[in-house]
Nanobody
Framework: ELVQSGGGLVQPGGSLRLSCAAS????????MGWFRQAPGKEREFVAA????????EYADFVKGRATISRDSARNAVHLQMERLKPEDTAVYYC???????????????WGQGIQVTVSS
């Protein structure tokens, strides 16, 4: 199970951190990722991190503004986003396919989704 937290309303230029807590003993073996879906648009890849934290992948639209990290002690993955823009408004989902390597295509397992709204 993947349980997300940390969304909400933020002003343009602001920052926030999304978190995804995973249950189960094999978290350290899994790559984790984030996707988002804006109203009227398809779900898209945002960022992913491999099982070790040593390999990361970012979508072009967040490069330089986002950092994905994992906390093995808490079985959690985080997405820190800076300099947020109105076009970052979307429902954000954490995701895994249960495999160790970084990915950009969504796996089978999803968090519940959390709303991020960037607006003044």
């Amino acid at each position: 199970e993947l349980v997300q937290s940390g969304g909400g309303l933020v002003q343009p230029g602001g920052s926030l951190r999304l978190s995804c807590a995973a249950s189960g003993p094999s978290f350290d073996h899994y790559a984790m990722g984030w996707f988002r879906q804006a109203p009227g648009k398809e779900r898209e890849f945002v960022a992913a991190i491999d099982w070790s934290g040593g390999s990361k992948e970012y979508a072009d639209f967040v490069k330089g503004r986002a950092t994905i990290s994992r906390d093995s002690a808490r079985n959690a993955v985080h997405l820190q986003m800076e300099r947020l823009k109105p076009e970052d408004t979307a429902v954000y989902y954490c995701n895994t396919d249960g495999a160790p390597l970084v990915f950009t295509v969504a796996g089978l397992y999803w968090g519940q989704g959390i709303q991020v709204t960037v607006s003044s």
